[in-house]
């Protein structure tokens, strides 16, 4: 599905990442980990090719991302955005069936997508404030109307700005089986998280990163481990087996 | 169910509100035509016209190209100011904030002043208020173009500087005019529809039709930008060229606006406001209603300024920001809760 190969981004003389080599296969749901400022949004702003790498290459579907028509794109991939701020008075639905702007050529929406748009807002639970002004809504509210948007974009690839900020456990894991259920349907998920325990029962592969650099990738199992968890965030860890069989994650209050 | 009986409603209302002010607008035409020194049933200006009956020449000569300019020029303000606001994401964006405003407004004094308002003829003053206000819109543009990519906040910036830079122009050309310009100067500040000839409507209308069509096409484009540069990117719009179009209508309209009346506020800013508290926010409905709006809120303040003290006659800059204002206030207080700013 996607490849990045030898992807580095640079500021300046600051690397903001580099050295990703990353192959993620269709139907598997990534995760990319890692403390504050440590590249995650940048990676997948290189990944949706709003961002040139600076070295490297980026491959969709075997076809470098840079190569693509902004609207062709947008019918393969969707990104949802970590803060969002809108100043019009737009209501829910409307901005969920922005999503739909792809597709449209300047046209009005049709049924379809009106179908489209009610059954994203249906999946995150969002119907019953589809006619509410969008920015009257909670940020949790916020959040989840914004993933009935990029749902209703109908992708191939989803990338998500930590998508569980501002919401409660209820919807967490309400969005992050959304996300299991999108990648068993065929499409792939990659989505940068910071709580490593949803991380660690969702994903099927993680990409720990610390200072742009990848420290470890592959399965929960193999990432999440006590050194490289100390050393990627500086604090030490417990790490238990959940009774599920995933690794379970503690900051730990001993600090010898 | 109930959600495709909402929206269709939704919809409903707003062609309801777009076909009321398409209908608005010629009755309005009519009106403003025919009212004046010369008193003129509106209802009889087509038998008038067809026959060439008494009036006529009152018609054709003195108030149609008036009022026909004037709905030019509210409708490019209009619609340049809804566009705008939509790029910078901003509810009271005005369309002189890219500088083409106050750029022209410099090319025109300086043109009053060290040249002579005579100069070229009636085609001297607009024809440098045009230039110098496509100039410094360029200079704004180019201030902020950084590797063939263009910041809104800079444009924004760029916009500030650059205004700031022909108001001290425009100060300074004050300073030095004499009596005689000076009152030439202000007329043509605050605006107005005095010099209003078919030959001025003949050159204002294809750059409104050509302006209209480039503004009006970029609304979806819009609609994703609300959410934000980097969001519409990811919905597949192609910002460069949704912001170099953008700026181009709304420099070539304001321009346009600006040369054919002089500088003349808050059309720009009300008439999107209004559209908005009528029927939301979606562009392909705000641009549109803007234009047709604008044309209707020009028609009728022009009416004003040349009635209400004749025959003397108001700059209708005047009248906007008096009717403008407290309109505004009203939509403010009654909509608070609905109103972001």
Not at chain 1, 133 to 147: F, K, M, N, Q
Not at chain 2, 49 to 68: C, N, Q, S, T
Not at chain 2, 221 to 248: C, D, I, P, Q
Request: with cysteine; proline share 5%.
């Amino acid at each position: 599905m996607i490849e990045l190969e030898e992807v580095g981004y640079r500021i300046g003389k600051n690397w903001l990442v580099r050295d990703i080599n990353v192959t993620i296969e269709k139907g598997t749901l990534w995760g990319i980990v890692g403390p504050n400022g440590a590249g995650k949004s940048t990676l997948l702003r290189l990944i949706s090719g709003e961002l040139l790498p600076t070295t490297g290459e980026i491959r969709l579907l075997d076809k470098p991302i840079h190569k693509y028509e902004p609207k062709e794109l947008a019918r393969l991939r969707a990104y949802l955005q970590q803060k969002r701020d809108l100043n019009f008075p737009f209501t829910t639905l409307e901005i969920v069936l922005f999503g739909r702007h792809p597709y449209l050529n300047g046209t009005k929406e049709t049924t379809t997508d009106l179908l489209i748009a009610k059954e994203a807002l249906r999946q995150v639970e969002a119907d019953m404030f589809a006619e509410r002004l969008y920015p009257t809504l909670s940020g949790g509210e916020a959040s989840r109307v914004d993933i009935a948007r990029i749902l209703t974009q109908a992708p191939d690839l989803f990338l998500l700005d930590e998508p569980t900020n501002h919401l409660d456990p209820r919807h967490q894991v309400q969005i992050l089986n959304l996300c299991k259920t999108v990648c068993d349907g065929g499409k792939t998920v990659i989505t940068a998280i910071h709580d490593l325990n949803l991380a660690s029962m969702y994903a099927d592969q993680l990409l720990l990163l610390k200072e742009g650099i990848p420290i470890a990738c592959g399965p929960p199992e193999v990432v999440l481990t006590l050194d490289q968890l100390s050393e990627t965030y500086g604090i030490p860890f417990e790490v238990l087996s959940h009774p599920d069989g995933y690794p379970w994650v503690m900051p730990s209050l001993n600090t010898s | 169910m109930t959600l495709f009986v909402s929206v269709l409603r939704k919809m409903q209302k707003r062609t309801k509100i777009l076909l009321t002010l398409i209908g608005l607008l010629p009755i309005s035409i009519c009106v403003a035509a025919g009212i004046g020194a010369y008193q003129i049933l509106p209802w009889r200006i087509p038998e008038i016209l067809f026959f060439r009956e008494d009036g006529f020449a009152v018609l054709v000569h003195v108030r149609f190209p008036r009022v026909i300019l004037s709905a030019a020029v509210g409708a490019m303000l209009a619609i340049s100011g809804a566009t705008l606001q939509g790029i910078f994401r901003n509810p009271l964006a005005d369309p002189g904030l890219i500088g083409v405003t106050a750029g022209a407004g410099l090319g025109a004094t300086l043109w009053i002043v060290l040249i002579g308002g005579g100069a070229l003829g009636v085609w001297g003053l607009p024809i440098a208020a045009f230039g110098c206000g496509i100039l410094v819109t360029i200079g704004v543009w180019k201030i902020a173009e950084e590797q063939g990519r263009v910041r809104t906040l800079t444009l924004l910036l760029a916009g500030i500087a650059l205004n700031s830079f022909a108001g001290a122009g425009i100060g300074l050309m004050t300073f030095l005019a004499d009596d005689e310009q000076l009152r030439s100067l202000t007329f043509w500040l605050l605006g107005g529809f005095g010099g209003a000839t078919w030959h001025v409507v003949f050159v204002t209308l294809p750059i409104a039709a050509i302006g209209l069509l480039v503004l009006s096409r970029q609304a979806a484009a819009l609609n994703a930008m609300s959410l934000g540069e980097s969001e519409a990117y990811h919905l597949g719009v192609s910002t460069e060229t949704l912001k170099r179009w953008a700026v181009f209508g709304v420099a070539l309209t304001v321009g346009a606006a600006v040369s054919a009346a002089g500088g003349i506020g808050f059309v720009g800013l009300v008439v999107p406001h209004l559209l908005r508290l009528l029927g939301g926010a979606d562009h392909r409905y705000v641009l549109p209603g803007s234009a047709v709006g604008g044309a209707i809120l020009l028609v009728s303040a022009d009416l004003f300024s040349r009635t209400v003290v004749a025959p003397a006659e108001l700059p209708v800059g005047i009248v906007t920001a008096l009717i403008g204002g407290p309109f505004f206030l009203w939509l403010l207080l009654k909509f608070k809760r609905e109103v972001f700013l």
